[in-house]
């Protein structure tokens, strides 16, 4: 549950960034929005990872 609580902090920081990217233009934010993606995409793959092993050792 950690890495879900990782997950949610990194969402709402990308989304203040690309608040700032889209509405106001700032490409700093856009490369800040651009590595908290990549981070999102990380993340994800470890839950999904984790789900499908707590899965398996349900089984």
Do not use: C, H, P, W
């Amino acid at each position: 549950m950690t890495k879900f609580k990782k997950l949610q902090d990194v969402l709402s920081t990308v989304e203040q960034d690309a608040a700032k990217f889209y509405e106001k233009g700032n490409k700093a934010a856009g490369t800040r929005l651009r590595n908290g993606l990549q981070q999102i995409k990380v993340l994800a793959t470890e839950i999904r990872k984790e789900v499908t092993s707590l899965k398996k050792k349900a089984n």
